[in-house]
């Protein structure tokens, strides 16, 4: 008997086995399902996918025996993965000078062996897929074909299984950087809050004295005043946008539409110059997140109000019923979006009007914040809009049954 020999590439090929995570893991359906298959097609007793660790042969997936590993010295696949071959046959192991005297053979009547490497897209040759028979034997060419087939179908579920370990690695990631990127907007924000509140109340008091000033310090008092405002709404954007995941839970609100609606414009309609148009008439209980559908539609009106360009902002808000979906559409008469930004509004920072009405510089938070709330509750948004005269939103909510 001679054991197999150690591939050049030991320590390589030996990395390359354990990322898939297979070692030592229990029996798996789909390559159960493989050795069975080709069991039938070999006409073999025996068939097994097996891995080739440091010092053993480990079988992730056997047919007709009952053993889930054995010593590598002793192992046919051993000299399968040594060689150069695309398929090991051995037609009698008791005429083969490598396996004269092995266990396996005298022991278990391991008579007939063909593997099949399992080689990796690095060209590591991991294990194989092989059949074992206890009488002297060749397989058909057909049946060779077919193992080989085989062996490359084991090898794709082992790349799907890495490229799967793979995402959920880089979705933890992802979390635990977002969490980390929450958490600094939330401390940074906490910390400027404070100072910049302070800012804007000494300015206002100074404002309160500016008869006692000159015209320049006014100026440059009035300069202070807006950087800190605009400041303060950037700060409580980012709050938002962070914080808008604990917003949606997994817990469902039974919500009049018009209910809502009316908080909506409690909130938002502060003067004459808006108007809320919408048909109380039409009432609807949604099964829905109050609090984060609320803050969408306050974000929307606000925003309506905030770049209308008329004397009066009228913003139009229709429920529309479908099988599966709610549709919510809030319409305005406002200055629209022009054709090559309307992509891009829902982009965090991206600012698609340089100006509000009011002549400050918007953060480009809200819909974005708008657009994430959505996300997490399984619905969406889009928007359509001619310059000048119109834009609107569409909100597409999915349907959840209404509790008894």
């Known amino acids: 008997m001679i054991a197999p020999p150690i591939p050049d590439n030991e320590i390589k090929r030996q990395a390359a086995v354990e990322k898939y995570r297979l070692l030592d893991t229990m029996p798996e359906e789909n390559y159960d399902n493989i050795t069975s298959i080709i069991s039938s097609i070999c006409d073999a007793p025996i068939s097994l996918i097996t891995l080739i660790d440091k010092d053993r042969n480990f079988l992730k997936s056997r047919h007709g025996i009952d053993m889930s590993e054995s010593p590598r010295e002793l192992s046919f696949c051993g000299h399968a993965i040594a060689g150069e071959e695309e398929i090991m046959i051995v037609p009698d192991a008791r005429e083969d000078h490598r396996f004269k005297g092995n266990p396996l053979v005298t022991d278990f009547k391991a008579i007939f062996y063909a593997g099949v490497p399992l080689i990796d897209s690095s060209g590591y040759k991991l294990g194989t897929l092989c059949v074992y028979d206890n009488e002297p034997r060749q397989l058909k060419e057909e049946q060779i074909k077919s193992l080989k087939a085989m062996a490359k179908q084991v090898m794709a579920l082992f790349e799907e299984r890495y490229k799967t370990f793979e995402l959920q690695k880089l979705q933890v990631q992802l979390k635990e950087r977002n969490d980390e990127l929450k958490d600094f907007a939330g401390i940074v924000s906490h910390d400027l809050k404070a100072p910049l509140s302070n800012i804007i109340m000494i300015t206002q008091l100074l404002k309160e004295s500016e008869q006692e000033l000159t015209e320049q310090a006014r100026k440059y008092l009035g300069y202070l005043k807006e950087s800190s405002t605009s400041m303060s709404r950037y700060i409580d954007g980012m709050l938002m946008f962070y914080k808008s995941d604990e917003l949606v839970t997994d817990e469902y609100d039974s919500v009049s539409y018009v ?96 100006e509000d009405r009011n002549g400050k510089q918007g953060t480009g938070i809200g819909l974005a914040t708008v657009a994430r709330l959505l996300e997490h509750m399984n619905g969406s948004i889009t928007v359509n809009s001619e310059l000048g005269k119109w834009t609107e939103f569409v909100i597409h909510l999915p349907k959840r049954e209404i509790d008894n």
Do not use: C
């Not at 502060?270 to 039409?282: A, C, S, V």
């Not at 803050?295 to 925003?303: A, E, F």
């Not at 770049?307 to 019923?321: H, N, P, Q, R, S």
């Open 259 to 354: 209910d809502l609606i009316e908080d909506v414009i409690s909130m938002t309609v502060l003067d004459d110059h808006t108007k809320i148009l919408y048909i109380p008439e039409t009432d609807t209980t949604l099964k829905t997140n109050e609090i984060a559908l609320k803050q969408i539609l306050i974000n929307l009106v606000t925003n309506a109000v905030k770049y209308g360009d008329k004397d009066v902002t009228v913003v139009d808000i229709t429920l529309k019923e479908h099988i599966q979906e709610y549709e919510i559409i809030v319409k305005d008469n406002g200055s629209g979006i022009a054709t090559d930004k309307i992509n891009s509004v829902f982009k965090l920072f991206y600012v698609a009007a340089e």
